[in-house]
T-cell receptor, first 114, second 113 residues
Framework: AQSVAQPEDQVNVAEGNPLTVKCTYS??????LFWYVQYPNRGLQFLLK??????LVKGSYGFEAEFNKSQTSFHLKKPSALVSDSALYFC????????????FGKGNQVVVIP | NAGVTQTPKFQVLKTGQSMTLQCAQD?????MYWYRQDPGMGLRLIYY???????DKGEVPNGYNVSRLNKREFSLRLESAAPSQTSVYFC????????????FGPGTRLTVL
């Protein structure tokens, strides 16, 4: 079964500094990878996804993620963090089989310090 | 477009009571999902409906039932609520059931006393 690991509970970063949120995954077969963001008392919002093609994926709000097959990672990055980026970030993976289950990581709280 | 809507937003139940969580989407999506979110555990899939007329169990289906009423609506029923079902429940939908992005509703915060 597919699984996702987000090793850090919380990521603190100063406003204007680069932001990285780590994600590693485990699937049998080719992975479909997603990042979602959740603001307080809201549902999850889609940021970006990797299905196939270019390993560097660009998404909403200036975020991007790099698919690394050898390291089974899909880290989320933003060159310059904003205070408004403070939120809970979820990585998710689905394998390419008939299994429709999207496995989510436990989430990373990002705190951007003014 | 409203996207995915859920009712109610908040609910408090006593152990043993029943209730139905409602979900509707106006994006003409084929697939719909119910998740629960618990602190430190991410989201776990309860049930999903790959297309109108079909439903399947997810990771944590015990204690729940679902109905895909039509293409737009997918309800989740708790027949006899238990404190372990205290959680935030999210409905989601996607156009294609395997590869497509899932879009989430705002959630229902349920407390079972």
């Amino acid at each position: 079964a597919q699984s996702v690991a987000q090793p850090e509970d919380q990521v603190n970063v100063a406003e204007g500094n680069p932001l990285t949120v780590k994600c590693t995954y485990s699937v049998s077969g080719n992975p479909y990878l997603f990042w979602y963001v959740q603001y307080p008392n809201r549902g999850l919002q889609f940021l970006l996804k990797y299905i196939t093609g270019d390993n560097l994926v660009k998404g909403s709000y200036g975020f991007e993620a790099e698919f690394n097959k050898s390291q089974t990672s899909f880290h989320l990055k933003k060159p310059s963090a904003l205070v408004s980026d403070s939120a809970l970030y979820f990585c998710a993976v689905r394998d390419g089989s008939e299994n429709n289950r999207l496995a989510f990581g436990k989430g990373n709280q990002v705190v951007v310090i003014p | 477009n409203a996207g995915v809507t859920q009712t109610p937003k908040f609910q408090v139940l006593k152990t043993g009571q029943s209730m139905t969580l409602q979900c509707a989407q106006d994006m003409n999506h084929n697939s719909m999902y119910w998740y629960r979110q618990d602190p430190g555990m991410g989201l776990r899939l309860i049930y999903y409906s790959a297309s109108e007329g079909t439903t399947d169990k997810g990771e944590v289906p015990n204690g729940y039932n679902v109905s895909r009423l039509n293409k737009r609506e997918f309800s989740l029923r708790l027949e006899s609520a238990a404190p372990s079902q205290t959680s935030v429940y999210f409905c989601a939908s996607s156009e294609v059931w395997r590869t497509d992005t899932q879009y989430f509703g705002p959630g229902t915060r349920l407390t079972v006393l």
